[in-house]
């Protein structure tokens, strides 16, 4: 597997909680701060305008130096690869792309994008697993599987 260059992450339901847009998923800012560590390129791409993502990132924030996207959920695939030429990442098999709606993984998936569903805050836990068993993406129920997925320890 080649090393990961960039990770793109939907923002509701995978970094904060979808009931409050503010609590954390737990786990997910040392994951960050461990793939910063690395020297991964972090990035948000959300359905939500930039000011709106970075007031409740706060500090957090700082880690994705400014990559922070609107998109919506058909939009998202055109930021990531928007996102891979501006940082010369010509394998996007090196670009991971971690949503909690599976939907909005479909796309990607369909591109050389390591694509991962990830339970997050779990309001699609119902349908997300088998979603994306059926459409072969790799899902994590937790983040210690999530941290496996993107080449970390679980911790």
Excluded: W
């Excluded at 970094?15 to 461990?34: A, Q, Y």
């Excluded at 996007?92 to 805050?121: H, R, T």
């Amino acid at each position: 597997m080649p090393p990961l260059v960039a990770a793109c992450f939907d923002f509701r339901g995978v970094i904060v909680n979808h009931e409050n847009d503010r609590g954390l998923i737990p786990g997910i800012e040392n994951l960050l701060r461990d793939l910063k560590a690395r020297g991964t390129s972090l990035v948000v791409i959300s359905s939500f305008g930039p000011e709106f993502v970075r007031a409740r990132l706060g500090q957090l924030g700082a880690l994705f130096d400014g990559r922070i996207y609107c998109a919506s959920e058909e939009g998202k695939l055109q930021v990531i690869l928007q996102h891979a030429r501006g940082c010369d990442i010509a394998d996007l098999s090196q670009v991971a792309f971690i949503d909690d709606k599976p939907e909005n993984l479909l796309p990607a998936a369909k591109s050389a994008v390591k694509v991962i569903g990830y339970l997050g805050s779990g309001k699609y836990e119902a349908n997300a697993p088998s979603a994306c068993q059926a459409n072969g993406i790799p899902f994590a129920s937790t983040i210690a599987e999530l941290r496996l997925l993107l080449g970390l320890s679980p911790k």
